[in-house]
C-alpha cells in the first residue's frame, strides 16, 4: 500500500488532480483500524488500560464489517510486534470476553499462521506466535490444559528418529521461552504435567551433544564469565525461576487490571497441533552462545559505577554488543551498531560515552581469548567510532601492549585499529594522535614503491623498458603500441625453446604493472582508469594461472604500504576478469605474503573475493530462473491463444539461451566449489606443517600465530556456511577425511554440528 | 494467509525516503526524476571537506556494501574538490543501508549528508555557483576552514574592503 504525499496529487501521470473524497471510504477504515491497533500501548495522555478498554469497544463495533481485516491485523501484530505482547493478548482477551465466537476464530487463525510460518522456516516469528498464544491463558481465551497439550507435542518432537538437533531445539526453545509468561498459571492447572515435561526437557538437553559451541564463542576461555550455550543458559534461568515460584517483575502484565472481566469470560481449547514434519528443505536456527560482558552483581572488584542509574546502561550496551559480536553473523549489519552507538551517546552524553570506555576498557583487556573474528568487528567499530569523536582516546593507558610481541592480540589489535583510523583520516593524522611512543605501532606512511623509480636501480632487468614504457604511456599511447615495446622484454624463465608470442613472462608483467601503477598512484579513480584503459594488456599478459599470480605479486610490491589501495585494486581486477578468485585465493596464501598473512586486510580481501563468487553464481541463476519463467509464460500464452501460427520456433532462442545458461550456471558452481576447496587445502596445508613442526620440535602447538589461522577457517565456515554445506560431501570426501590432524579436523565436526 | 503480511508502520523507512531536493538540471519530468531516484543506486553526498579524498570516502561508504564508483564534485575552473561528491552502488540495498546508518556521521571530523541522486550524467561533478564552486559557498556567511574559508560573496566584499 503506497501513501502518496499531497504533494504528488498534482503530479498524476493522467494531468487530473484528485477529488477530494468526501466520505470515508473501506480501505481508509482499514488503514484507520491499522493504525488504532498499532498505536495502542505507545505513549499517550491516557491510561494503558483505558486505551486498550476504549480500542476493544471500537473493534467490537467495527466487527460485524471488518471482522477478517481485524483478524489478520492482529495475527500480524502478534508475528511482527513481540514488545508489545502482552498489550495484544488482554486487547484479545477483551475481545474474547465479549465475543466469544471472535476468541474461537482468533485463536484458529493463530494456530494456522503458526503452522505457516513453521513450513516457511520462519521460526523466529514462530517463537512470538508461540508466546503469544500462551500468555492468552492468562487472559483466559485459551484453556491451561490445551497449552500444555501443545506443549507436550512440542517435547514429544526430542523423540522423533533421524531428525536434526537443531529441530528439537527450536520446539524446546519455544516450550522454555514462553514459560516466564505462562509457567505460574500452567502449574496451578497441570503440575504433574508440567513436571514431566519439564523432566523430559532435561533429559534431552543432557543428552544432546555440543560440539558446535566451541565455534559460536567469542572468548575461548571461561573466566570472568562462561559462555554458556544457548539452551543451556535458558534452562538454567527456568529452574530459577520456578525455584522462584514463577515470580517475576519485568514482564508487564496489562491484563491484570481486567481480572474481574476476564475470568468471566469462556476459554477456548486450542486444536490439537501436530509438529509440522521434517522435510528436505526445512531449515531451522543455528544454536547460540550467550555473550555476558558484565558482572557488576557479582564482583565487587569489578568496574565503577558512574552513577545508580548507569545499570540500564549497562545492559543496553551488554544487549548492542552481543549482538555485534555474535557469531557467525551479526542480526544487522555492523555499521548499524556504530550509528546506534553514536546516536545513544548524543542523547546520553553525561554517562553513556563513561560506560561505553569502560566497555571498551574490558574488551580490550580480554583480547587474548577473543575470537579472532570478533576482534575484527571490535575493530571496526572501535575505528569508525573513534573517527566520530576526534580520535580521542587515552592511548597510553595501553601501553602496556608496548611491550609485548607485535603478532599478540593487545598490539595487534592497536596497530589494525590506527591504520583503520588512518583510512578515515590521513597518516601525519594519526601520528599526531598517539604518544610518540606508539610509532611501533603506527601505520606506514601509504606511498608505493616503485622500483624503476630510482637512478640507482639502473641496472635492474627491465629498467629501461620501464622508462620507455612511462614516456609512452604519458603520450597516452595505444594498447597495441604497449604491446611493441614490451616485446623487447626478455624472459627470464626461457631456458626452453618456447612457443613464441604470449606466454608467462613474468618480467613482462612485473614492468608493466609497476610502470603503469606507479603512474595511476595518485588516487583510486586514476588507478581505476588505468585498468581500463590498458585492460587488453593486463589480460593478454595474465592469461595463464601463473600470469595472474604475478600480476596479484606486482601490486602488493607495489603497493604493500597501502593495504587499502591493494583491496581495491584486486576487487577491480576481479570484476574485470583480469584475475580470477582461484588466483587471488593461491596468492594469500603464497609464501611472499605470510608476513602479512595475519593482517586483517588479507581477510577482508579473501572474504570478499568469496562474496563476489557467491554473488556471481546467485546472479547466473536468476537470470536462468527468469528465462525458464519467460518460456513457461511464453508456453501459456500460446495455450490460451489457440493460434496454430505459434510453433516451436519461437520456443528455440529462449530455449537456447536456458541451455546456454543452465552451462554458465554449472561453471560458476564449479568455479565456486573449486575457490573453497583451494582455500581448504591451503589453511589445511599451512595448519598441518605448523602441527608437524611443533610436535617434532617438541613447543606448544597454540601460538598466537596458530590462534589466529585456525579461527581464519572458522570464520571461513561460518561466514558461509550455506555454500559450504551445498559441497558438503566433496568437502568431507577430498579433504576433510578421518587422516587429517584432529586439531583441523575437530573445525570441520564443530561446523557439522550447527546444523546437525 | 498472514505469513507475507506485513504492517504499514513497520514499512516507514523514513531514513530512506526522497528529501525535498529536485535537481533543477535534470531533462525530464519531475516524475521520471522521482521515479528514477526510487530506484538509484547513487548517493549524493554532501558539505564534505575540501580536503576529504576518494580513499576517506570509500572507506566510510564502503561499510554499507560494495561500492561500484566515487566521482568527486569539482570546482568548474579550478577543477579542485570542491565539497561533495556521488557514491554509485552496485545494490539498491547498500545505498539505503549508507542512507540510513551514514548519512548524518562524520567524516574528516565533518557531518555529511546524503541524499539519492537520479544518476550520475557528465557534467554533474562540477558545482554550480558562480564562483565555479557550490552554490551553498556562493552566499553563505560563516568562517569554513575545510571550504575555502568565507563564502565567495563574503570573501568579495572583504575584497573590496582593502583594496
Redesign the interface.
Known amino acids: 500500500?503506497s501513501?502518496r504525499r499531497h504533494s504528488d496529487d498534482s503530479?498524476d501521470?493522467d494531468g487530473q488532480p484528485h477529488k477530494r473524497r468526501r466520505t470515508s471510504e473501506p480501505s481508509e477504515i482499514e488503514?484507520r483500524l491499522?493504525?488504532l491497533i498499532?498505536r495502542v500501548g505507545e505513549k499517550s495522555n491516557s491510561s494503558l488500560e483505558s486505551n486498550l478498554e476504549g480500542l476493544a469497544g471500537v473493534l467490537e463495533a467495527d466487527l460485524p464489517n471488518y471482522k477478517s481485516k481485524i483478524l489478520?491485523?492482529l495475527?500480524?501484530?502478534a508475528?511482527?510486534?513481540p514488545e508489545k505482547l502482552t498489550v495484544y493478548t488482554t486487547l484479545v482477551g477483551l475481545l474474547n470476553a465479549r465475543n466469544y465466537n471472535f476468541g474461537g476464530e482468533f485463536v484458529e487463525?493463530m494456530i494456522?499462521?503458526l503452522k505457516?510460518?513453521l513450513k516457511?522456516n520462519?521460526y523466529n516469528?514462530a517463537v512470538h506466535l508461540v508466546r503469544f498464544l500462551s500468555d492468552l491463558v492468562n487472559c483466559h481465551v485459551i484453556a491451561a490444559p490445551s497449552m500444555v497439550a501443545m506443549f507436550e507435542n512440542f517435547v514429544s518432537v526430542t523423540q522423533e528418529e533421524d531428525v536434526p538437533q537443531v529441530r528439537c531445539d527450536w520446539y524446546i526453545f519455544a516450550f522454555l521461552s514462553s514459560l516466564p509468561w505462562v509457567g505460574k498459571e500452567l502449574y496451578e492447572k497441570k503440575d504433574a504435567e508440567m513436571d514431566r515435561l519439564l523432566s523430559q526437557t532435561e533429559s534431552y538437553l543432557k543428552r544432546r551433544q555440543k560440539i558446535h559451541v566451541p565455534m559460536l564463542q567469542v572468548w575461548t576461555a571461561d573466566k570472568p564469565h562462561p559462555q554458556e550455550e544457548y539452551l543451556d543458559c535458558l534452562w538454567s534461568q527456568i529452574q530459577k525461576l520456578k525455584k522462584d515460584r514463577w515470580q517475576e517483575r519485568h514482564i508487564l502484565r496489562p491484563y491484570l487490571a481486567f481480572d474481574s472481566i476476564l475470568c468471566e469470560a469462556l476459554q477456548h481449547n486450542l486444536p490439537p497441533f501436530t509438529p509440522p514434519p521434517h522435510t528436505e528443505d526445512s531449515v531451522y536456527p543455528m544454536p547460540r552462545v550467550i555473550f555476558r560482558m558484565f558482572d557488576y552483581t557479582d564482583d565487587p572488584e569489578g568496574p565503577v559505577m558512574p552513577g545508580s542509574h548507569s545499570v540500564e546502561r549497562f545492559v543496553i550496551e551488554e544487549v548492542i554488543f552481543a549482538e555485534l559480536f555474535q557469531l557467525p553473523s551479526p542480526p544487522h549489519?555492523?555499521?548499524?551498531y556504530?550509528?546506534l552507538l553514536?546516536e545513544l551517546c548524543k542523547l546520553q552524553p553525561g554517562s553513556l560515552p563513561q560506560v561505553l570506555a569502560q566497555a571498551t576498557e574490558m574488551l580490550y583487556m580480554r583480547l587474548d581469548t577473543m575470537n579472532t573474528t570478533c576482534v575484527d568487528r571490535f575493530i571496526?567499530w572501535f575505528s569508525?567510532h573513534l573517527?566520530?569523536f576526534?580520535f580521542r582516546w587515552s592511548w597510553e593507558d595501553w601501553s602496556d601492549c608496548l611491550t609485548q610481541d607485535l603478532e599478540k592480540p593487545k598490539p595487534k589489535f592497536v596497530r589494525e585499529v590506527l591504520e583503520?583510523c588512518m583510512?578515515?583520516?590521513?597518516h601525519q593524522r594519526i601520528i599526531d594522535i598517539v604518544p610518540a611512543s606508539f610509532s611501533v605501532l603506527s601505520p606506514a606512511n601509504p606511498v608505493c614503491i616503485y622500483k624503476y623509480g630510482d637512478e640507482s636501480n639502473r641496472s635492474l632487468p627491465g629498467y629501461t623498458v620501464a622508462l620507455c614504457l612511462t614516456i609512452a604511456i604519458k603520450n597516452k599511447a595505444s594498447n597495441d603500441e604497449i604491446f611493441s615495446i614490451l616485446k623487447d622484454v626478455p624472459n627470464p624463465n626461457q631456458d626452453d625453446d618456447d612457443d613464441e608470442g604470449f606466454t608467462f613472462n613474468p618480467l613482462k608483467i612485473e614492468v608493466f604493472v609497476q610502470t603503469l601503477l606507479h603512474l595511476a598512484a595518485k588516487?583510486?579513480?586514476h588507478s581505476f582508469s588505468a585498468l581500463a584503459k590498458f585492460h587488453e594488456v593486463f589480460k593478454t599478459l595474465a592469461e595463464s594461472d601463473e600470469g595472474k599470480l604475478h600480476v596479484l605479486r606486482v601490486v602488493y610490491e607495489v603497493w604493500k604500504n597501502h593495504p587499502?589501495?591493494i583491496a581495491?585494486l584486486v576487487?577491480k581486477m576481479i570484476r574485470t576478469q583480469i584475475v580470477d578468485c582461484a588466483a587471488v585465493a593461491n596468492w594469500i596464501f603464497s609464501s611472499e605474503l605470510a608476513h602479512d598473512f595475519t593482517r586483517f586486510y588479507i581477510w577482508e580481501i579473501l572474504h570478499?573475493t568469496i562474496r563476489k563468487m557467491n554473488k556471481h553464481v546467485l546472479k547466473i541463476h536468476k537470470e536462468l530462473e527468469d528465462t525458464k519463467a519467460r518460456l513457461a509464460r511464453q508456453h501459456k500464452r500460446r495455450d490460451s491463444d489457440d493460434d496454430d501460427r505459434s510453433s516451436d520456433r519461437e520456443d528455440g532462442p529462449l530455449e537456447e539461451q536456458i541451455e546456454r545458461l543452465q552451462e554458465k550456471v554449472e561453471s560458476a558452481q564449479s568455479e565456486q566449489k573449486n575457490l573453497f576447496l583451494v582455500i581448504f587445502q591451503r589453511f589445511i596445508m599451512l595448519l598441518t606443517e605448523h602441527l608437524v613442526r611443533c610436535e617434532t620440535g617438541g613447543i606448544d602447538v597454540f601460538t598466537p600465530w596458530y590462534k589466529s589461522c585456525i579461527e581464519r577457517l572458522q570464520q571461513i565456515f561460518l561466514q558461509h556456511h550455506q555454500i559450504i554445506q551445498q559441497y558438503m560431501v566433496t568437502f568431507e570426501n577430498l579433504l576433510f577425511t578421518a587422516e587429517l590432524d584432529h586439531h583441523i579436523l575437530a573445525v570441520f565436526q564443530q561446523f557439522c554440528a550447527l546444523q546437525a | 494467509?498472514?505469513?507475507g503480511?506485513?504492517?504499514?508502520?513497520?514499512r516507514s523507512d523514513s531514513y530512506v525516503d526522497l528529501s525535498q531536493y529536485r535537481d533543477q538540471h535534470f531533462r525530464g519530468t519531475?516524475?521520471d526524476q522521482e521515479r528514477l531516484l526510487r530506484k538509484s543506486c547513487t548517493l549524493y553526498v554532501g558539505n564534505l571537506s575540501f580536503y576529504t579524498?576518494?580513499?576517506?570516502i570509500?572507506?566510510?561508504f564502503g561499510?554499507?556494501g560494495?561500492i561500484k564508483k566515487?566521482?568527486?564534485g569539482l570546482d568548474k575552473v579550478k577543477k579542485t574538490a570542491c565539497g561533495f561528491c556521488f557514491v554509485e552502488y552496485y545494490a539498491r540495498g547498500d545505498a539505503e543501508?549508507a542512507m540510513?546508518?551514514?548519512n548524518g556521521?562524520?567524516?574528516?571530523?565533518r557531518i555529511i549528508r546524503t541524499d539519492w541522486d537520479a544518476g550520475f550524467k557528465e557534467g554533474r561533478q562540477y558545482g554550480r555557483g558562480r564562483s565555479g564552486g557550490q552554490v551553498r559557498d556562493e552566499y553563505r556567511q560563516d568562517y569554513d576552514a575545510g571550504r575555502g574559508g568565507y563564502g565567495k560573496t563574503v570573501q568579495c566584499q572583504l575584497l573590496f574592503k582593502w583594496c
Not at chain 1, 549489519?333 to 548499524?336: D, K, T, Y
Not at chain 2, 579524498?53 to 576517506?56: P, S
Not at chain 2, 556521521?105 to 571530523?109: E, H, I, N, P
Open positions: 500500500m501513501r503530479d501521470s488503514e491499522e493504525s498499532c489478520r491485523i495475527c500480524t501484530v508475528r511482527l510486534l487463525a494456522r499462521q505457516e510460518c516457511v520462519m516469528e549489519i555492523e555499521v548499524m556504530t550509528t553514536i571496526n569508525h573517527s566520530n576526534q583503520k583510512r578515515l583520516s590521513y588516487s583510486f579513480s587499502q589501495m581495491v576487487d570478499s | 494467509m498472514c505469513s503480511g506485513t504492517l504499514s508502520i513497520l519531475r516524475y579524498t576518494e580513499e576517506q570509500h572507506e566510510l561499510k554499507s560494495d566515487i566521482i568527486m543501508n540510513r546508518y551514514i556521521t562524520r567524516l574528516d571530523d
